[in-house]
């Protein structure tokens, strides 16, 4: 037998019962390239694009299995045992139109903004508060802020980091839930400075933030088992810098065409 056959040959042997063994190896290393500290965070949408473009094609069924064959299915998170954190105390100040009506169609980036607070417990057992400005058309986050108190200064320092951080010549909605620091007027003078239009959810109808509800949730799905390790509010600070800096500069989404959100928002605004 010449010696091309006979390893074509060698090959198939060792392949018939997988004939999936050549996608597989694509399939992990797609995998390996969303990790974030260890935990894997592709699901099979964002794995299915990055496969056909390198020439595979399969169901969805399909993928689903060989990633959990492959054992590089992303965490699941339980939303119950997180204590959603509502800011949502009545009417305190003044309740802005929502001017969205749940529509997340922007397309240019600095048109409309987002913004909420969550919460996370720490390895400590305390909580510690996120307050996040994020780009509906990009999906970057603009502003992120953590304090171990939903207050006055949590929100105000998002908006500072926001101000340096807004493209200038740009005027664009910033929408968020009715929480109480968001009606007040503090905020609402501080948005007027940097010539944002204030936006509003319906009472706790917290689909009206959709964006802003992915990003944590996200956060939580791909962070849940760093964030446990995090003995204080200065160790969970470094952890949540780092993620923010990771989600936007690598993390790929099939919704910005499988860019990271910086990579998105240069490629728009220079088309």
């Known amino acids: 037998m010449k010696r091309p056959t006979y390893y074509d040959e060698r090959k198939r042997i060792i392949n018939k019962n997988d004939k999936y063994a050549d996608v597989k190896v694509v399939i992990k290393e797609i995998a390996e390239k969303g990790k974030w500290r260890g935990s894997y965070t592709y699901g099979y949408r964002r794995i299915m694009p990055l496969l056909e473009k390198a020439g595979y094609h399969m169901a969805e069924a399909t993928l689903r299995r060989l990633m959990n064959e492959l054992g590089v299915q992303p ?95 740009f005027s664009p909605i910033i929408h968020s839930d009715q929480g109480w620091h968001y009606q007040l007027e503090y905020y609402r003078e501080k948005i007027d400075s940097l010539g944002l239009i204030q936006s509003m959810s319906r009472k706790r109808n917290c689909l009206d933030n959709a964006p802003m509800e992915s990003f944590f949730h996200l956060f939580k799905v791909e962070s849940q088992p760093e964030t446990k390790k995090c003995k204080s509010i200065s160790q969970f600070i470094q952890f949540f810098n780092k993620y923010v800096n990771w989600y936007n500069n690598d993390r790929i989404s099939n919704k910005t065409k499988n860019m990271s959100p910086v990579d998105y928002r240069t490629h728009v605004l220079a088309a």
């Open 75 to 169: 965490a699941m998170y339980n939303r119950r045992k997180n204590n959603h954190y509502s800011s949502y105390k009545g009417t305190v100040g003044k309740v802005a139109d929502n001017l969205l009506n749940q529509t997340f169609d922007a397309t240019s980036p600095f048109t409309v903004l987002h913004t909420d607070v969550s919460q996370v417990r720490l390895g400590d057992s305390t909580w510690a508060y996120m307050s996040v400005i994020l780009d509906q058309a990009t999906k970057e986050v603009l502003a992120a802020s953590v304090s171990q108190s939903p207050n006055k200064l949590l929100i105000m320092d998002t908006l500072s980091q926001l101000e340096d951080n807004l493209a200038n010549n």
